[in-house]
Structures are given as structure tokens and as C-alpha cells.
């Protein structure tokens, strides 16, 4: 029989179809990806290029001159960096001026590089990119909210080959995460605790769902995992920021987030996957309720009418079965 | 500049990113929509083929016998039909044994019409039987809430070509509802007057964005459209529930939804879309802050780690031109 979770995190359930679940392998599609040179002359982030994006931000410099990894404005971005925040109130109406900051962090210098595949150390000078942008945006009075995303492959939303990253600061607060405090707050109001503490208190003493773990960060399918092989990673240490983070830390989240990807690269084949960093601003790090993590979602499905309509989320993997076959992926020596 | 506007009934932000706007003809891709024949011998849909679904629960009959429209249950539900709605709690963790409703509304015996190509006498039949198993659906008292909803090609997922809706109760209240009954629930509490009322007339008043009106409908793009050619189509008459229309009402609401449907049609060089219908049960029509209706997202644009990670959307159409242009396409006489 099909299960209807509570996911205490978004305070709202998730249908575990289990009528409807397919074998986890069966989720490992092959994508046509198309077999890309180290070096692309028209790509906008391959060396060389570097005055085809608009003026850098930030880069991690390479030992032997050039760079390992940089963040440039994005050309497209959503928001202008340009102004100040204004809001209109007409009659019933209100908006604002689309005023942000939107950066493109550019992985690596090699085209055909896959984020699964980057070095560990390389990782961890991306992730410190990441924490550098964040707390530079926040810097930033304009700027209310700053979201960190990856996009990989077309299901997820991107064309382009490149290993990239993007991070948007906004000068409002998204509906979400104010849907999300508000659970939060509830939750430490009621019971006088961290609700992403607890979550991950009773992964790890389930231990079914978890995927990968070291001294700083516990990766798993959480219970009322939204999607197949669905993955949150979360700091063990309280912080509701991730700007907050040590260099120690960014070193142990680069394991955890490489050991995530390569598993799934593995066993699915290297999918089409989105990933968000969620926190709050680097003054808000002691906030009690509120603890910053990582959220992957593989696309490997699709949502239609139903997840329009409701919000709520039919998944067709058993989250402890798609986390088992994830610990499962045989990896390479 | 783009503009960041706030949408009233989901209470959330949406970015207007003029900047990364394409001009709306630019959206009508070609689709790879194979050629169907009118019959379709391993169809479970086609007539003739009645024994391949579950037992039919409602069929509106042909007059020279067989059926126009049918509804049977989904062969693959996500909920399961028998059993009791038994919740659990497992310390921290709570779920609810997955049972529900999951019919399929099979909308004409023809394989390869398109549901914006029906007869509107017909459409009128296939929102009639929404009507009515809204109404069963809801006589079930396990059922908290029930979704209608359409997924029209693939990108809005479905690979059945055979025109058919999906009608699904749940034994519990999505969370994006609630979400929206709060939002509605503080208006009429601040206001003490329908957000969605007042939406419309805003909408009727501003006139910049409809699409099509009638005594009884109107159909436009939101003020702050979650994505190019979002359309709402709202009552004019106030009800919570799409169960106490009457019949002169469901004639007029074929009206209004062939319209949209033709435009979109003929426009965008048929898209793949969803629509859903929200509402509340036939014992809320009376509530004063709901208001049913139904949402209609083409799937033009894909949604990436921007709008997982922030729950807004990022609009590259302006609703204004959105309109005008499904306004003026050009209709076959």
C-alpha cells in the first residue's frame, strides 16, 4: 500500500507511490551527452575567453598563472545589479524594481569536466567560492536573500556544457523560505529545539536512509524524500549559514558533496540534477531555529498537473530502497 | 529593468526578467507530435478496448449507444481505493497509509483529437463529468481534498496521447493549499472582501491582460504570472467550489475554456500544457474567502535550481504582451 508521508522540513506530505515503484536501476536512463573537447573556442567559460563574460568578481587563482575556479555577472542574469529597490504600491498591485545580483561561479577551466568528477581539492575551492559569493552578497544592503543553485544537464534547466554554479541575491525574502521559518519557528516554539537537528538525529540513528557521512556532515534520502533519489546533506553543527562555515568544514563538505555526486553519477549514470544551498544571511548564523543545507534533486522524473495543483509530491521510489542502492553504487578503486 | 511583482493569491514574488525576455512567437516551438490514427488497437482508451481499464465508474452516453466521455479508475494510482485512512506516528515521524481516489476521465473515444479541437457541445460533457466526480469524489468521507488536472504532452508529463484529465482525493490537505487558504483567509480578514473577487475585478478593470470573458468566466494572464501564457480562469460568480456550478454555467465555462485552449492552440503551435482546477468541497461553497478556479500553465519554459531553491519563478514573457498576443491570434473563421 502507498505511503503518505509527513516531510517535517516543508510541514507538508509526499505520496510514496509504491504501486507505481520502479526497480532503482530502472531510473538510470542514458543521456545523450554529447562527447566534448577540453577546450571550447565559443564557450564563454573556457580560458582565454575570459573578456566574453562581463567583468570578474572573484577567482581562486592557479598556482602557474590563469585560474581554478571564478565568478562572473551572469550576461542573462534575472536581476539588474544596477539601482536602488523600489517599491510601488498601484491601488491592489504592488512590485518592486528587479534590482540583484546574479554571478555565474565557473567551476573549472575545463569544458568537459564533470562536477562528479572534479578532485576533492578542487571541489572545496568551488564550495569556497560559494561561501566567498555568499558572504559578499550579503554585504550588500539591497540584498534580502541570496539563494547558491546548480543546474546540470537539460531536465535541469541548463544548455550549457560548461561546469557552472550560480548564486542570486534578492531584495525580497521568497515565499518558500518564509513558509519554511515559519514551520521551523513552530516547531522550536513547540518543542524548544531545532527542527533540522532533530531531522537528522533520527536519520542517523535510523541510519536506513543515509548515504554518506564524516566528522562535519551527514548525507541522506530524507524520510519523505520528494523525488527518487532525493539527497540532503546537513552540518552537523548547528549554524543557520552557510557563510558561517570553517575552512575545515568546506573541507569535510567537499567530501560529502563528492562522495553524493560520484553515487549518483555511478548508479544513475550520470543524471540531470539541480542542487540548492538554502541559508540565511551571515548576521542571522546564531538563529536557533533555522539550520542551512544542501538539497539535490536527480531529475529523473517529472512533475505535472498533480505537484501543480496540489504542491504535494508522488514519488515512486521508497526512499530507504533508493539510499540503499545508493550505498550500493560500486565505485572505482 | 526587469520587476519583481507580487502575486496575490500565492502570496509569493515573481520576477518579470525583461531582460532575458523572448518575444512571445519565439516560445510557439515546433512539436514532434506523431501522427495519430483516430483508432489506436492497443489503446486502453479507445472504444472497444473498455475491458483493458478498471471497472468504469461514470460515462456520459452516445446517443446511438457506446459513450462520449468516461471515467474509470488509473490502473496505475498513486493512492490505493480500498482501506482505511489509519495515521501513525513513529516518534518524531508521522504518515498515513496511502488511500484515495485516482480516476481517469477519458474525454472523447477519438485517439488523436486534441482537447482544443472538441466540439464545444462536447467540452461541455467532459467539464460536466469533472463536475460530477468532484461531487462523488467528495461524498467519500475519507477524502479531504480532491485535484482535477490535465498533462498535455510531454514536457508537462504525459506520454498518452489519447485526450484524457486525471481527477485525484486525498485523505489529507496539500500544504499549498492551506498555504493559499491562509493568504485568502488574512485578506478577507484585513479587507473583509474575496481575493480572488477582488483579483478579478482588478483584472476586468485593468483590461491589459484578459483573454476572454463571458457572463460567467473570465480568462487572463495574472498580473504576475508564474510563466509565460499562465492563465487563470476565474468565476464570476463567488463559490468556493467547482461542484455547485450550475448547467448554464458549465456551458459557459466550455466557452471560455475552448477559447483559451484555441488561442493557445493556434498561437504557440499546440503547446504542451497543464491545467488544474482548485476548490474546495461542495459543503464549503458558502466559504467567503475561497474562490475556485482554474490555472493553466503551458510548459514553454523548464523550471531549474532558481525556483526549487526559492519556490518563486523567474517570468521571461511580460503577462501584458503574453495577452495581447494570445489576443490576437488568428483564429480559423
Not at 110 to 126: R, S, Y
Not at 184 to 207: K, N
Request: glycine share 6%; net charge negative.
Amino acid at each position: 500500500m502507498p505511503e503518505i508521508r509527513s516531510n517535517a522540513v516543508t510541514g507538508d506530505w509526499v505520496i510514496i507511490a509504491t504501486e507505481r515503484a520502479r526497480r532503482p536501476e530502472e531510473f538510470a536512463e542514458k543521456k545523450r551527452r554529447p562527447a566534448l573537447p577540453a577546450f571550447a573556442p565559443e564557450c564563454p567559460f573556457c580560458p582565454g575567453n575570459e573578456d566574453k563574460t562581463p567583468a570578474e568578481r572573484f577567482r581562486v587563482p592557479a598556482a602557474g598563472g590563469g585560474w581554478l575556479v571564478r565568478s562572473v555577472p551572469n550576461r542573462y542574469a534575472a536581476l539588474t545589479a544596477e539601482g536602488n529597490v523600489e517599491r510601488h504600491m498601484e491601488g491592489f498591485r504592488s512590485f518592486l524594481s528587479g534590482v540583484g545580483l546574479h554571478e555565474v561561479i565557473v567551476e573549472t577551466p575545463a569544458h568537459n569536466l564533470n562536477t562528479a568528477l572534479l578532485p576533492i581539492a578542487h571541489l572545496e575551492q568551488v564550495l569556497g567560492a560559494y561561501r566567498h559569493r555568499l558572504r559578499a552578497f550579503y554585504e550588500d544592503p539591497r540584498i534580502e536573500h541570496v539563494i547558491i543553485f546548480k543546474n546540470h544537464g537539460e531536465a535541469a534547466g541548463t544548455s550549457l556544457h560548461h561546469p557552472h554554479s550560480q548564486i542570486v541575491g534578492m531584495p525580497v525574502l521568497p515565499g518558500q523560505l518564509r513558509a519554511r521559518l515559519e514551520e521551523a519557528v513552530r516547531h522550536w516554539g513547540d518543542r524548544g529545539e531545532c527542527l533540522y537537528c532533530r531531522s537528522l538525529q533520527e536519520e542517523l540513528h535510523d541510519g536506513t536512509r543515509m548515504i554518506a557521512e564524516n566528522a562535519s556532515f551527514a548525507a541522506f534520502v530524507p524520510y519523505a524524500a520528494l523525488s527518487p533519489f532525493h539527497v540532503w546533506i546537513f552540518p552537523k553543527r548547528h549554524s543557520a549559514c552557510f557563510g558561517d562555515v570553517s575552512d575545515s568544514e568546506v573541507s569535510d563538505f567537499a567530501l560529502v558533496v563528492h562522495e553524493v555526486l560520484f553515487r549518483l553519477h555511478v548508479a544513475l549514470e550520470d543524471p540531470d540534477y539541480n542542487y540548492v544551498i538554502r541559508s540565511l544571511s551571515p548576521q542571522e548564523c546564531a538563529v536557533k531555529y533555522f539550520h542551512w543545507y544542501l538539497s539535490l534533486i536527480p531529475r529523473v522524473t517529472r512533475t505535472a498537473g498533480f505537484e501543480l495543483g496540489t504542491g504535494m509530491f508522488i514519488n515512486v521510489a521508497l526512499p530507504e530502497r533508493s539510499a540503499e542502492f545508493l550505498r550500493g553504487a560500486i565505485l572505482p578503486d
